[in-house]
């Protein structure tokens, strides 16, 4: 496994489909992200047989609930599931941020807690229809620091605030989505980025999914951003 965890996004609900593109990004020497949909269709057992211990699982829950709850979520998860990253809101708060890293911290796996600042999908106007006034970069920021200064072991963010989050937070792990390849589409994302240049500005691991999930072969698509990601760092 290199130093740069690639995390195939993997959104289908069909098992079988799942299980395909869990083996193709395991042969490339990739990790696999699912979220609440698969969970929901499939269960625990299934997200376990896509990603065994060899496999590193980005479980991405995005928890956001009072303390108590989100901390037996993640405990819950950690002994089922055994992610190596999983996520919760930093909206959420410092107690919530606090109570989610020490349930991780107590449990089976040394899961790390991602805090997601704000959404690829969203830009400032959306940010302002919840009430946020300002541009998205300073959000970030304080979302981020309340994050790390709760415990937290690393942030998402999008690409293009990397390189700010890297210099505030040098040993904070950085784990970017809104990653497309240079001839992709940007589909629903706002605020997208290559690999190369993502890692260039200082992103430690990159979510990317139906670049890869949809390419006609997703292990060559996946191995081919390995490289390049590679290279660049």
Do not use: W
Not at 5 to 33: F, H, N, P, Q, S
Not at 37 to 52: D, I, T
Not at 169 to 176: F, K, S, T
Request: charge should be negative.
């Amino acid at each position: 496994m290199s130093e740069h965890i690639i995390y195939g996004a993997i959104d289908t609900l069909d098992l079988e489909e799942g299980e395909r593109l869990a083996g193709a990004l395991a042969r490339a020497g990739c990790g696999v992200k699912l979220g609440s949909a698969f969970l929901s269709a499939h269960g625990p057992a299934a997200v376990r047989k896509l990603c065994p211990d060899d496999v590193p699982l980005f479980l991405d829950m995005k928890y956001h609930d009072i303390p108590n709850t989100v901390a037996q979520a993640v405990r819950a998860a950690c002994r089922s599931m055994r992610p190596r990253v999983m996520t919760v809101h930093a909206a959420g708060g410092g107690a919530m941020l606090e109570a989610a890293a020490s349930a991780a911290a107590e449990s089976p796996g040394d899961a790390t807690i991602l805090a997601v600042t704000v959404l690829t999908s969203l830009d400032a106007g959306d940010l302002l229809q919840i009430g946020v006034v300002g541009e998205v970069g300073p959000q970030v920021r304080r979302l981020a620091d309340l994050a790390l200064a709760s415990g937290c072991g690393g942030i998402v963010c999008a690409p293009h605030e990397v390189a700010e989050l890297r210099s505030a937070a040098p040993r904070a792990r950085l784990v970017v989505p809104g990653i497309r390849l240079s001839d992709s589409p940007a589909d629903d994302q706002k605020r997208v980025m290559t690999p190369a240049r993502a890692i260039a500005a200082g992103a430690d691991d990159l979510v990317i999914g139906r670049p890869i999930t949809q390419a006609a072969d997703p292990e060559a698509t996946a191995r081919a951003i390995l490289a390049e990601v590679g290279a660049a760092a």
